[in-house]
C-alpha cells in the first residue's frame, strides 16, 4: 500500500462573531511555539534540545497553564513545530552557517482529527471559547479543480491540515492535507509500466533568467523577477522598521503574509508546468541537481534561492505521486561543463551564464538547458549503469523538446520531429513561464 498526499486550500466562512476565537487560538498557539524556541536554543552556551519528548515533558503543563487550557493537541503542535525549526538549525549549525534562536510570528495553527473534525462541506475547530463550525467556499462547480478532486472526493481522507489567515482580504483559509491509499493492484500497474520503459525529465535551477529549466526545452519562470520583487519587500521592510511604530509592525506582518503567498503561487505555477512537461513526455522520473549545500556550490545563491530550490522540489514531488512519477536528486558536478554532444567537459564550454559553446565539437545551444539534459542524464547513469541497445530491453532515455536520447547517444525523433531539432535550445513563446 502507498500514500498519495495532496494539500487543497479552501476559504473558511467564518461567523464575524466568532473570528476573535480563531485570532486567540494563533495567539497562544505561537506561544507555546515561541516558548518552546527559547527554552530548547542553548546556542553557544550548551547543546540545543532537539527531543519532542523532552520538550514536551518539560514544558507541557506550564504551556497548559500559560495558554488557560488551551486544547492539548494544540498545545503539542505548537511544542513540535519549535523543536523541528531547532532541528534545522542545529543542521546549519553543523554545517557551519550562521543561524539563531527561530521566532514564530506567521499567522497558522496546526490541526489534526484530535484538535478539529473535516467534513466535506465544513470544519468542526477547538478554540480557547469552544468549538466553532465554519462552511467551506467552494466553487459553482468545482470538477476538475483540486477541490473537487481531492477535498470532496471520497477516496482521500483529512490529515493534518493548517489554519492561515490573510490580513489583507481578512478571510481565514485551511491548507486541508489529504491522502488516499492506493492499492496493490493499482501500485503493481505503475510499477509494471515503470519497468517497461524510464525515460527521464531533467530540471536545471537558477538564480538568474528562467528559474528552471527543463531537458524538453521549456523554461519556467522569471528568477529575475523573483529577485526584483524580493528585494523590494526587503526595502519596504526596512524602511518600516526603522518607523519603530506598532501600525509599522503590523504592517509588516502583512507583507510577510503576503510576500509568502506570492512565493508559494509562483512555486506552485511551476512546479505545474514540470509536471507538465514530464506528462507531456511520458515521463517515468524528474531529476533535479542534489541540492544539499547549494548555496556554496551556485554563485549568488543565497537564502532566500535555497528555500524556493527545496520547496520547488518538495511540490514536484508530492505532485508527481498521483502521476506515479518519481522525483529524485542526483550529483551536479560537471553538469554545466559537458558538452551533451559530445561528451567533451571543460570549464571553457560555458561561456556565459546562458551561452555553451563545446570547444571541441562547437555545439552550441543555451547554457541552462544543456545542463538540464546532463541532470537526466546522471540519474539515467544511476537507473541503467548497462543501457540496452534498441535491439532489446527496456529503453531507458532522457526527454529531449524533440524526441529521446539513450545513454548511447542513440537519438530518437518524436512522432512530429524527423531530427533532433535544437531550435527549441532557446526560448520560445510555447515554453517560456510568466
Not at 299 to 320: D, P, S
Not at 353 to 366: A, G, P, R, S
Not at 382 to 402: E, M, W
Amino acid at each position: 500500500m502507498e500514500d498519495v498526499i495532496r494539500t487543497v486550500k479552501v476559504k473558511l466562512d467564518v461567523p464575524t462573531a466568532r473570528c476573535d476565537d480563531l485570532h486567540q487560538t494563533k495567539d497562544r498557539f505561537l506561544h507555546c511555539a515561541n516558548t518552546t524556541a527559547r527554552w530548547a536554543w542553548r546556542y553557544p552556551n550548551d547543546y540545543c534540545v532537539t527531543s519532542k519528548k523532552q520538550a514536551e515533558s518539560a514544558l507541557y503543563d506550564q504551556l497548559r497553564e500559560e495558554t488557560d487550557y488551551m486544547h492539548a493537541n494544540l498545545v503539542q503542535k505548537g511544542i513540535r513545530r519549535a523543536i523541528e525549526a531547532i532541528k534545522s538549525g542545529v543542521a546549519r549549525l553543523k554545517k557551519g552557517e550562521k543561524t539563531s534562536q527561530p521566532y514564530f510570528d506567521a499567522w497558522s495553527v496546526v490541526y489534526d482529527k484530535r484538535s478539529a473534525t473535516f467534513h466535506r462541506d465544513h470544519v468542526s475547530f477547538s478554540t480557547p471559547n469552544g468549538r466553532l463550525e465554519c462552511d467551506y467556499v467552494l466553487p459553482a462547480d468545482p470538477e476538475g479543480t483540486p477541490i473537487g478532486e481531492y477535498l470532496l472526493n471520497e477516496d482521500y481522507e483529512f490529515r493534518m491540515s493548517t489554519l492561515q489567515y490573510d490580513r489583507q482580504t481578512a478571510s481565514f483559509y485551511l491548507h486541508a492535507r489529504m491522502r488516499r491509499t492506493t492499492d496493490e493492484t493499482e501500485q503493481s500497474t505503475i510499477d509494471s509500466s515503470n519497468a517497461k520503459h524510464r525515460t527521464v525529465l531533467g530540471v536545471d535551477l537558477n538564480v538568474d533568467g528562467s528559474f528552471a529549466v527543463t531537458s524538453t526545452g521549456a523554461f519556467i519562470g522569471n528568477a529575475d523577477e523573483m529577485n526584483h520583487r524580493r528585494r523590494e519587500f526587503e526595502k519596504t521592510r526596512g524602511s518600516m522598521q526603522r518607523t519603530g511604530t506598532r501600525p509599522a509592525h503590523l504592517s509588516i506582518q502583512s507583507m510577510q503574509d503576503r510576500e509568502h503567498r506570492w512565493m508559494q503561487d509562483e512555486l506552485h505555477r511551476a512546479s505545474n508546468q514540470v509536471l507538465d512537461e514530464a506528462r507531456k513526455h511520458e515521463c517515468t522520473h524528474v531529476a533535479f541537481e542534489n541540492l544539499t549545500d547549494i548555496r556554496q556550490r551556485m554563485a549568488g545563491a543565497k537564502r532566500f534561492h535555497a528555500w524556493a530550490f527545496r520547496r520547488l522540489y518538495q511540490y514536484v514531488e508530492y505532485k508527481a505521486e498521483m502521476f506515479g512519477i518519481e522525483v529524485e536528486q542526483v550529483s551536479p558536478a560537471y553538469t554545466s561543463q559537458r558538452c551533451t554532444s559530445c561528451g567533451f567537459t571543460h570549464e571553457s564550454n560555458r561561456r556565459s551564464k546562458h551561452q555553451f559553446v563545446c570547444q571541441k565539437c562547437e555545439y552550441e545551444l543555451n547554457a541552462d538547458y544543456n545542463a538540464s539534459r546532463n541532470i537526466a542524464r546522471n540519474l539515467l547513469k544511476r537507473l541503467h549503469p548497462g543501457q540496452t541497445s534498441s535491439s532489446g530491453g527496456a529503453p531507458c532515455q532522457c526527454a529531449l523538446a524533440s524526441g529521446t536520447l539513450n545513454l548511447n547517444g542513440e537519438f530518437y525523433a518524436s512522432v512530429d520531429s524527423t531530427a533532433e531539432g535544437e531550435s527549441t535550445d532557446k526560448p520560445t513563446t510555447s515554453v517560456v513561464g510568466n
